[in-house]
């Protein structure tokens, strides 16, 4: 077996452990004699992994009760259109635009009604996170949307808007899980969880109950309202079945391991090596203000493009994968989501303190 450390920013690194518990009960999950794969999502056996999986996702993120977990698919880019759909009541919404998926967040909003940008790093090329203490808000916008963690760029929301009492929507594919939260602070947090949970085709929306209309936006599919969903706890047509429980045995290796605070110290351990050879290496940069770097996805470069090239190259070859960078930041980027282990960060920085010595 050779597993290289992966750096990929999504679909992304699994734990280990959890890889391994999958493939034990491949041919037979828990005496059922079938895979969870080829199990009925109505049977009594599956009913079991979902409300478990919702269970332990709740003591985790610590959910209180008037909130409602929905396991989806579509992706993060579905709840582009269907928050719009479903809560644009008067038919504006503000949006502070700080990269890639917020910048279409906003343009898909648009199909629906007036979305108001509020803020923009679009001037730095998305290096820096906007000041949001005094937002100008429109006062009858339906809610504020943010990107907390900017997968593409590496820059996070350290502290969340001054929301003026709006709702807060927040996508948080690539920051999900990766410290502790305030779900009280929001009326959606969302996320694909194939950047820091699962495999990919899962998406959890946290909605604020109240917040679940019964009436949408004319036109709006039944598929595309959370009611749907929420009336039929997650199974109003088949669920991504098999996601879900990849899912849950990650829900269950957080709590194992600390839980969430815990995960917050292992990755903040994990940041702070790289950034702090990034800000002492005389050939790599970090690309993002420092006071909004993301402790997930960390992006650097070298000023050449040549070396750049030689970089990605080279560390594929010592068993460092995919750490090329987005097309439109170019250079290096290294997701290094809950599952990537010390280990493999303290490998990247060897790795580059002699590309270092080897090229200067
Ligand atoms: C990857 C990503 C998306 C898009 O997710 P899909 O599931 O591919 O639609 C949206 N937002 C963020 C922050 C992401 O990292």
């Known amino acids: 077996m050779a597993r290289v450390y992966n750096f990929s920013a999504g679909p992304a690194v699994l734990p280990e452990e959890v890889l391994a518990s999958c493939a034990a009960e491949m041919l037979d999950y828990n005496g059922s004699g079938m895979s969870v794969m080829e199990m009925s999502h109505r049977s009594k056996v599956y009913d079991d992994i979902i409300k478990e999986a919702e269970a332990d996702l709740r003591r985790l993120m610590d959910i209180p009760d008037n909130y409602k977990v929905l396991f989806l698919q579509g992706g993060a880019s579905q709840q582009f259109a269907m928050i719009p759909m479903n809560l644009m009541k008067n038919k504006k919404a503000a949006y502070v635009i700080t990269g890639e998926w917020s910048k279409k967040a906003y343009q898909e909003a648009r199909i629906y009604g007036e979305a108001v940008a509020v803020a923009s790093s679009a001037d730095e090329n998305f290096s820096y996170i906007p000041d949001c203490s005094d937002l100008d808000i429109p006062a009858d916008a339906d809610y504020l949307y943010i990107c907390e963690n900017n997968t593409i760029y590496g820059t996070k929301h350290k502290q969340l808007p001054n929301t003026k009492g709006h709702i807060l929507i927040s996508d948080v594919s690539s920051c999900f899980l990766s410290e502790p939260v305030d ?6 947090i969302y996320g694909g969880v194939q950047k820091n949970i699962g495999p990919a085709g899962v998406t959890i929306v946290i909605i604020r109950e109240d917040l679940i ?10 598929m595309l309202k959370y009611k749907t969903h929420e009336a039929a706890g997650s199974m109003y047509n088949t669920p991504p079945a098999y996601g879900i429980y990849v899912c849950g045995k990650v829900f269950k290796w957080l709590l194992k391991n600390g839980g969430l605070k815990a995960m917050k110290e292992h990755n903040e351990k994990k940041a702070a090596i790289l950034y702090d050879y990034l800000d002492e290496s005389k050939l790599f940069k970090g690309t993002v203000r420092k006071e909004d770097r993301s402790l997930m996805n960390v992006c650097f470069n070298t000023g050449s493009k040549e070396l750049d090239d030689k970089f990605v190259k080279e ?7 995919n750490l090329k960078g987005y097309r439109t930041v170019g250079g290096m980027r290294a997701s290094i989501y809950n599952a990537m282990p010390l280990a493999g960060v303290e490998k990247l920085v060897e790795f580059m303190r002699k590309f270092e010595e080897n090229n200067s």
């Open 213 to 222: 209309p019964d009436e949408c936006l004319p036109g709006t599919p039944t």
């Open 315 to 321: 560390s594929k070859a010592a068993g460092l994968d």
């Open 183 to 188: 779900v009280t602070k929001y009326g959606i």
